[in-house]
Structures are given as C-alpha cells and as structure tokens.
C-alpha cells in the first residue's frame, strides 16, 4: 500500500512540472517570429544596421510584444537579456552580433526557464557537431585588432572582432577559420572550445612567429623576445647565397656563427665543427622542429678549432628540408639543458604540401691561388635535392626531401710536410621526413626524421720515399695516406599534442645514432714491409642518444596582465662506443712475424736507416681492442619556465631547471629575462642565467695510440681515456661538468614598416671549460710512446662581444631594394690555467691558448645589397674577416735557433693573418611560375688568407681560417616548382 501511494505520487509531481510547459511551450511557438525578421523592423523603425554571420541567425524565432515603442537603449538591452547574443554598437550606426562569451552562459542557463518562454532555438540537432569558440586577435606589438575578419572555411559564417579584439562565434567542430586583417599575413588555423584562443598577425615585412627557441610563449614574436634570436627564412635566402651545405650558409649569414672547413685534422676534415660567439662547438645545443638533436660520435683533435670537443653536425642535414632556421644567442641551459651556454639553434623542417621543388646545382673552384681568373679549376660539385609534399587527412601532411651532393678534393700550396693539402672530397646522400596528422580536434600526431650517408676522402701528411714509414718496394715515391670514412647519422623523433584541462601537452621520444668508421687507403703497415695491404679497415666510433620528454603549456590572461607558463620532464640515455679495426691497421710486428709490444727485444724491432718502423696503417693508425669502449649514462632533467606581461610595456621571464646525471651528480641552474618597450617601436632588453655543460662520453673515453706530427717530424702519441689510472698519475682529475654565466643587454627597434634595428651586448663566463692537454713526455711509461695527452677541465674564460642587425628595405612598382648590415665584434680571454702542479707550458701552453682564442675571432660583418626587378633579382655580399693569430711548430724548436731569446722564437712562431674582406655575387631570374636559374660566384676576386711558413698545423701555407683555403667557387643552380 505504501509503494502504491509513493507511485500515484510520484506520477502527480511529474504532471505539475511538464504539463504547464509543455502548454507554455505550444503557446509561445505561436507567437514567436524569426530573429532577423525582428532585427529588420528595428533597422527600420531605428535606422540601424546590424552586421552578423548569415548562418548565425538561422533557426532563432523570438516573440516581439516586448519591443513596441521601446528607445533605441532599452531594444538593444532587451536582446541581449533575451537572446544569446551581444550586439557590439561600432559607431556610425553599425552593430555587430555575435554570441555571448563562454563567462556569461552560465547565467543564461540558470535563467533558462524565463529565456525558454520568450526564445526558441529549434535546431537543437544541429549544435552537437557545432562548438564555440573565443578568443583575441593581436598585432606583432601585442596590441588587440578591432575589426579583424574571422572565416569559418567552407561555409559562409564570419565574425569581426571587437574594439578590444575579442571575439565568440559558433564554428563546425571541425572546419577550421581564416584570420585575416588589412596589412597583415593571413592565418588558417582551428581553434579550440573551451580554451580562450590567442592570435598574432604579423605585418608583411614581419618574421614568422617564435615557434620554439627562447620562448616557450607561442604568442612571442621575434622582435618581442627579451633576447636576441636570427630567423633565416632558406627560401628567402637561397637566391643570395651559392652555399650547398648548412655550416657554409649559416657562416655567411650570421656572424657571431663561425664554420671551418678543416684540412689536415684526420676526422674534422669530414665533419665541419661550427662554434657562436667564439665558444665550442659542444657548447651550442641544436634542435630539430624544437626537439634536441644527438651529437656526432667524432672528437675533434689536432689541427682544428674546437679541438676537444664534439659538435652536432649540421651537414648530416640537407638544405632542402629546411624551412626555417632560427639561432637563440643566449644561455639557455635553464630551459633546455646541458650544451646550450653559447645559445640554441633550432631547425624548423618544411611543411609544405601538394607541392614539389627540384633544385640541381653545379659549380667549381678556381685552383690558382695566385690569379683572380682561374687558369685551372678543381672541386667539382654537383648537387641535387627534391622535396614533396602530401597531405594526409584533414589538416595533415608528410613532408620528404631528398638530397644527393658530391664534391672533389681542392689541392692547394703544400709543404714538403704535405704535397696534398685543400679539402676533403664528399659524397653524401640524405632522406628526410616531416610529418602531421590530427587524429581529432584534440590530438595531433607528429613524427619527423632522416637518413644521411656520408663518404668523405681527405690526405693526411706525405710519407717521403727512404723514411721508416714508407716501403719502398710499394711506393718508391713516397705516398700520401688517404683518410676515408662511411659515416651513417640517422634519427627518429615521434610524438604527440594534445590539450588537457586547456593545457597543452607534447608527449615526445626522439633517437639519434652517428656512426663514424674509417677506411684509410693508400697507405701501408711498414712492419710488414712489402707484404702489407695498402688498405685497411680502422675501426671508428659510434654515439646513440635516446630522448624522452612531456611538456606541458598554459597562456593564462589576467584583466590586467597575462602569462605564459610551461613545466616538463626530460630522460635522456647517452651510449658511447669504440670499436677496432682489422688487427694489421694497428698492430706492430717484429722481425719474425708476431706481434710487437712493450716486452719485445730492440733488436726484434724492424728498422730502416736506423730508424725503427712504427706500426698501424700510416696516415691514421686503427682502433686496437685495448681502445674498445662501451659506455652510457643518464641522466633526468625537470624544468619551469614562465613568462609574465605585467603590461603592454613590461614583460619578464624565468626559468629554473635541475638535471641529475648518473655519471657525475646533478646541477641546478636559473635564467631572469626581461622587455621594456621605451616606446612602441623601440624594447630594451636583457637577460642574466647560469649554465652548464656535462662532459661528453667521447671527453671522458676517448683513447688512442696514433702518430702526431710535430712540426715535420712524427711523434707516437698517447691520448689517454680521461678514467685511465694514467692520467691519475699526472694529476688528471676526474672531468666535471663547464659552469657559466651569462649576461645580455639589448635593444630592438622596428622604426617603420621599412626598417629594423637590433643591437645586443653579452658576457659570457665559463668555468672548467674542457680542453685537450700540450704533449707530455711519456717515456717513463716504458711502452715506446714519445708522448701523451689528456682531457681536463683546464681553462677559465670570459668572453664579451656585441652583434648588430641592420635591415632596411624599398618597393617600388616593379622592384624592391634592400641593404642588409650585420656584425660581430667579439673579445675572449683567458683568465686562468688549472695547471695545479703540472708545467704549464705542457699542460696548456701558448700555442695551445692561441688555438682557443683562435677560434672566437675578434670581428665578422657582413653587407648585403639586393635589388629585385621583375623576375631578376640581384645580390652582392660583402664579408669582412678580422685578423687571426695562431702559433705554429717553430715554438717547440731549440732557443739556440733564435739567439736564446723566447721572445724572438715567439715572434718567429706566430703567423698573423690579416684581415680580409670577400665579395659574393648572384644573379637568378624567374623564367616563369616553374623555373628559375640563378648564377654567381662566391669568392668573386679569388682573395686568400695571408700565407705562412711551412710550420703551420695543417702543413699547407696556411691554417684553417674562418675565410677558407678554397679560393672562388663559381656555380649555376637550376630550380623548378610543380
């Protein structure tokens, strides 16, 4: 009986709710009209226009007894309470209609009741594949656009933005919208419900938006940054420069970057090391699309700049993949991690689709040193490079490039050291992808990477025909070792981003392998006598790096400031490997046939003339199994980094990032950024942070046996792994990680449409930077080693520069005219030697200082004029290296030879190399949509560093300069685009 009552009940509470509505609701769609035809008799009873999306409307019915002789204030009033709707009175009597922001539709439904018997929304099927969607619009200067068009593609709904450049509107969920303003590049991006949607336009003239380096704010701007950032649009660029490889483009292109092309440095001779602002080239991290890119497994060694340190090489990436380079010059090791004190260059990959751009390009060299026009050439080069893209799904694509470059040896003034100096020949072939695919309006999928086969040849030292080293039975001439390498770089990066809780959120794994082997060829095992190989296998080196990572980022608005906030995870696994080569490319053996060691009699030992014959292949001695190595670590890394716009004038940053290493403990490390604008052309900024550098596996492992040329005469060397009871025993510490500061102070100016102005100031202190060590004499060793060397945290620096932008330009009716000035003027300095008890001259002497500080030049500018004329277009670039001072062999020589004055074999020993400046011409024209040819020479007037002596390091007359020993090179390229 209970049940039964609570049943009759129950019925009798849902009649009372629903019948009256339900009459209400039958009522009122009588007397209801459509919304627009309200809208026109209040146009015309007001003389009014309303302005709305043609689909915004359709499918609204309101009653209208509410509206008679009501003002023009109390009509407008009155929609808004009863529609969802604002109407946004722009002046000139002209109101905009738009829906109501997201903050206000919660009120709307707590007053449902009352709004449902006034307004019907009859298509209530429709809104669930429709979203709303809000935000703001703003210019490069962070000021709102009032009046910027917002199109929803593939329908004709549209919206304008309001006075304070907000907007709301009701989109398809999944068309995307076109934001355009006048004087502003269009964007065609989707946005996102429930999220507050942040849009910057940038003028024609403007870079692309701060993707990744030095800001974590999507919203940052180039000239908004509180640091100093190059963006080099490649396409742009392409048509002023002839550089085939991406180390060469960027040395023209940038100053404070600086790339060598070595001669005479065994492997640096096929991997370019490139450094910023003087500093080493493992001192500047290198990201691929914002993610960081491994290392080359190479360990730079004897004749080169950045001797001791390994670099990313840059080459492994072909031009024709790149979109985009973007070079933070700042530390920024508190945001992204060890290797970032010199700064970060991040390169964007093409993301283009539906088309495809074949670039072939042929040049040359003029071999004549001595002559402007070229009485015979050398360094054929033949380029050839492919990109395609397709899309996939909606809004995604995949993006390939192919590359294939082969160049031939250079030969230039040698020395009786060595017949073959100039560069390395090349073939090299790379495979690149770049890819996006949404899988909903939420989750993003990417995945980008690339193949890169290197094989370069370049000749070592001459082996004279009656030395120990040479057999004369194969080579009564005397030869000259060819250095060979198959270098294989590959890497994969995957990833996804997604949107949690209006955070964005990128889940990432990126991998990384370089594998560099050598093969030396012409060469011989002189312990074999006539019975050696001329070829050898030498074994090589291999590094894998494996990175994984989750970012998250929030731009959060506040009524009076707004900030950027980002926070994430990184693991990295580093694994370094030596492995040997074929047991004759190392090995010595005695007068009987077996193998050579430290036991062995003298009188077992093969000589010549007197001379015992050292073992291994000449030219580069194999990797023995006693220099095998198999090591890894790890390490995990946390950071935050924020950003703050207190206001439209005031912008500061943080970061804070700590990084535990399995190998030697953690580190802790902070950056403060700040922009003032003085006024709204001109920001003054500046940034201080601390830095670190972890040492490398390769710093820590690295070990061979090799011959050393000393001047002209050879020496068995020891390089001795950093972990070897060895180097204990000469008072080598255990490596640790490099320590900066950094310090910055700038100013940007963007003083019209037509010119752009950045000056920037820096100080960079670095601590227990890592060196390789002078030569110490081994013989108490007791193994027929002459020498030995170390890796060390051996020396402080401070290094102080300034870099200046000029960018000014003019279009006319069929042309455009433009002067480009950049410069960099740069100071290092020693400040101490962590020599302990060791002779300071053998741990780090001057030759070895002037070496480093070699490699920071004082100054580089560059000037360049463009002028476009229809479809030609014209560039000349000027280039002015400073002087150069390094210290050749001679210093080693006896004192007696310079009147027993150290001052004189000083003087005798250092080569200065003058200042110099080259021209670059080119000339390409637009046959028509596809085709375009573009000619020039770089080098124009054949200008070469000062010649020296025959005591350089590389044994040429000169040593690798930032100018190169190649001389003109002279070239046509040929583009087509289908």
Known sequence: MFQKLVFIKLIVLVLVIFTPKQIAAQEHKINTIPLATLLDKISAEHKIFFTYSANLLSNKFIQDKGFVNLSLKKTISLLEKLTPFLYD???NNYYVIYPKKESKKKTIQSNKKAISSTFIDVDSTSKETKIFVKGIVLSSDNEPLNGATLQEKGSSTGITTNTDGTFQFEIKKENLVTISFLGCNSKTIQLFPNKFNTITLLSGQELDEVKVVGSRNKNRVANDTPVAIDFIDIEKSATQSSQIEVNQFLQYVIPSFNSTKQSGADGADHIDPATIRGLGPDQTLVLINGKRRHQASL??????????????????????????????RDGASAQYGSD?????????????????????????????????????????????????????????????????????NTLRNGTSAREKYGQAAMKNVSLFFNSEVPVNRKIKLYANGGFNYKNPESFAFTRTPNSERNVLEIYPNGFNPLITSNIIDNSLSIGMI?????????????????????????????????????????????????????????????????????????????????????????????????LADSKTPNSDYKVHNGEIRPGGSQGFPGYSPINEVDRNRSNFG??????????????????????????????????????????????????????????????????????????????????????????????????????????????????????????????????????????????????????????????????????LVLNWRKKFNNGELSFDFSGNINHMKITDINNKLLDKEAFF??????????????????????????????????????????????????????????????????????????????????????INLQIGANNLFNIYPTKQNSFTDSGGLWDATQMGTNGSFYYTKLNFRL
Do not use: C
Request: net charge neutral.
């Open 340 to 408: 970032a004190i010199a700064g970060v260059l991040n390169i964007v990959l093409k993301d283009t689709d539906d088309e495809l751009n074949v670039s072939s390009t042929f040049g040359f060299n003029n071999a004549d040193s001595e002559s402007v026009f070229p009485n015979k050439i050398d360094g054929f080069t033949y380029k050839l490079g492919l990109n395609y893209g397709v899309k996939i799904n909606k809004g995604g694509f995949i993006n390939f490039s192919i590359e294939a470059l082969s160049s031939d």
């Open 638 to 803: 946390v950071y935050l980094d924020t950003e703050i716009d207190f206001s439209k004038k005031i912008m500061l940053g943080a970061a804070m990032r700590f990084e535990y290493y399995s190998d030697f403990g953690s580190t802790l490390n902070y950056k403060l950024a700040s922009r003032y604008k003085l006024t709204k052309k001109i920001n003054l900024r500046s940034s201080y942070s601390t830095g670190f550098r972890a040492p490398s596996l390769a710093q820590g492992y690295y070990n061979l046996t090799f011959t050393n040329f000393i001047g002209s005469a050879p020496s068995e060397s020891f390089l001795v792994a950093n972990n070897s009871p060895i180097a204990r025993r000469f008072n080598i510490d255990k490596l640790k990680e490099e320590k900066a500061r950094n310090f910055s102070v700038g100013l940007t100016a963007k003083l019209s449409s037509t010119f752009n102005a950045t000056i920037d100031s820096y100080y960079v202190s670095i601590k227990d930077r890592i060196i390789l060590s002078g030569n110490f004499d081994a013989s108490s060793l007791g193994s027929g080693i002459d020498n030995v060397q170390f890796f060390a945290n051996g020396v402080n620096t401070k290094t102080t520069g300034v870099d």
């Open 299 to 328: 360990i730079n060694l004897y004749g080169t700049r950045g001797r001791g340190n390994s670099g990313t090489d840059l080459n492994a990436i072909p031009i024709s993949a790149i979109k985009r380079i973007e070079l933070l």
């Open 89 to 91: 009175d722009l002046g």
């Open 498 to 594: 997604t949107e949690f809780k209006e955070w964005n959120v990128d889940i990432n794994n990126t991998f990384g392998r370089n594998n560099f082997h050598y093969f030396i060829k012409n060469t011989l095992n002189a312990t074999l006598e006539e019975n050696s190989p001329t070829e050898f296998d030498a074994g090589g080196h291999q590094l894998i790096q494996n990175t994984t990572s989750i970012d998250f980022s929030k731009y959060f608005i506040k009524e009076t400031y707004g900030f950027n906030m980002a926070l994430g995870l990184e693991y990295r696994l580093d694994k370094y490997k030596i492995f040997s080569g074929e047991e004759a490319s190392y090995a010595s053996y005695d007068i009987n046939g077996d």
């Open 845 to 930: 002497g001057e030759r070895e200082q002037q070496f480093l500080l070699a490699s920071a030049p004082k100054s580089k500018f560059n000037l360049g004029i463009n002028y476009e004329y229809k479809k030609l277009k014209t560039s000349i670039n000027f280039t002015r290296f400073s002087e150069i001072k390094l210290i050749d062999w001679q210093i080693g020589q006896d004192i007696t030879n310079f009147n027993n004055s150290e001052a004189e074999r000083l003087s005798a020993a250092t080569d200065i190399y003058q200042p110099k400046i080259t021209t670059d011409l080119h000339l390409s024209y637009q046959f028509n949509k596809i």
